[in-house]
């Protein structure tokens, strides 16, 4: 009997050592650039708009389901505003990059809210700062909606 090569590459088993607690450990993902559920959005929506135009596109499953749950779970869905927020938020560099997309597709109303959300941020913003910042970004939502 003959041995066939295997259909798919061995996979490394996770090192285990990542963890968004109080204290970020991220791995090998700690200086990824990473997106709000917004930037996302508009990010595929435009590779597929342009895709669509050179003709270049297979909609498969897993892209439309992944459309359908950014334009439900997205906040904010105009170009404009999603680039309000993400200034809003690279303007508060004593935050990991992981941070500021979750307060950006998570729209927590209270700093409590956000530091038991995201429990990283307890000893880098105060309480006053983390507030008025979301309450910018709210008035931006209420805007949008």
Same mark, same amino acid.
């Given at each position: +009997?003959?041995t066939t090569?295997? #259909?798919?590459?061995?996979?490394?088993?996770? #090192? %285990?050592?990542? !963890? &968004? #607690?109080?204290? *970020?450990?991220? %791995?090998?993902?700690?200086?990824?650039?990473?997106?709000t559920?917004?930037?996302?959005? $508009?990010?595929?929506?435009?590779v $597929?708009?342009?895709?669509?135009?050179?003709?270049?596109?297979?909609?498969t499953?897993v892209? +439309?389901?992944t459309?359908?749950?950014?334009?439900?779970? &997205?906040?904010?869905? %105009?170009?404009?505003?999603?680039?309000? $927020?993400?200034?809003? *938020?690279?303007?508060?560099?004593?935050?990991?990059?992981?941070?500021?997309?979750?307060? %950006?597709?998570?729209?927590?109303?209270s &700093?409590?809210? &956000?530091?038991? *959300? @995201?429990?990283?941020?307890?000893?880098? @913003?105060s /309480?006053?700062?983390l507030? !008025?910042?979301? /309450?910018?970004? #709210?008035?931006?939502?209420?805007?949008?909606?």
């Amino acid at each position: +009997m003959a041995t066939t090569a295997p #259909t798919s590459r061995t996979r490394e088993m996770p #090192t %285990g050592d990542e !963890e &968004a #607690t109080t204290d *970020l450990k991220l %791995g090998e993902f700690q200086e990824v650039p990473t997106l709000t559920l917004s930037e996302a959005r $508009v990010l595929i929506n435009a590779v $597929v708009k342009h895709r669509k135009s050179q003709r270049r596109i297979e909609e498969t499953e897993v892209l +439309m389901k992944t459309q359908d749950y950014l334009d439900v779970f &997205a906040r904010f869905k %105009g170009k404009e505003n999603v680039e309000a $927020v993400e200034r809003i *938020l690279v303007s508060h560099t004593e935050m990991e990059q992981f941070e500021r997309s979750q307060l %950006g597709s998570l729209c927590c109303e209270s &700093a409590e809210e &956000a530091k038991t *959300l @995201i429990p990283s941020l307890s000893n880098k @913003i105060s /309480d006053v700062d983390l507030q !008025e910042m979301l /309450d910018e970004i #709210t008035k931006l939502r209420h805007f949008s909606e």
